[in-house]
């Protein structure tokens, strides 16, 4: 079993920063693929981010491609989410993910979830 807790969210202005933090506790000693994804209000979960256990290969949606930047430290068992020049469009509850399989992690069917934490853009 894995524990996410998500922190870092917060109101920001459009064009600001925020980094969201992703603390993994529990059996952390296997080789996750470790992921975020959001969801606004009215829509459905979609994919973000997401890294490999190494941190050598990264993946991302083509919406944020360019602004935000996942990074992890396995010492820390942390995976984290740099976001720069957000948009209102990036409002939504931000949640972690972890799963030995990055097939199940990318289409949104990872086996531990953080509990979300809101991020929310004013224009």
């Known amino acids: 079993q894995v524990q996410l807790v998500e922190s870092g969210g917060g109101l920001v202005q459009a064009g600001g920063s925020l980094r969201l933090s992703c603390a993994a506790s529990g059996r952390t000693s296997d080789n996750y693929f470790m992921g975020w994804f959001r969801q606004a209000p009215g829509k459905e979960r979609e994919f973000v981010a997401a890294?490999?256990?190494?941190?050598?290969?990264?993946g991302y949606a083509d919406s944020v491609k360019g602004r935000f930047t996942i990074s992890r430290d396995n010492a820390e068992n942390t995976v984290y989410l740099q976001m720069s020049s957000l948009k209102p469009e990036d409002t939504a509850v931000y949640y972690c993910?972890?799963?030995?399989?990055?097939?199940?992690?990318?289409?949104?069917?990872?086996?531990?979830w953080g509990q979300g934490t809101q991020v929310t853009v004013s224009s």
């Open positions: 890294i490999s256990w190494s941190g050598g290969s990264t």
């Open positions: 993910a972890a799963d030995p399989r990055i097939n199940s992690l990318s289409s949104g069917k990872a086996n531990y």
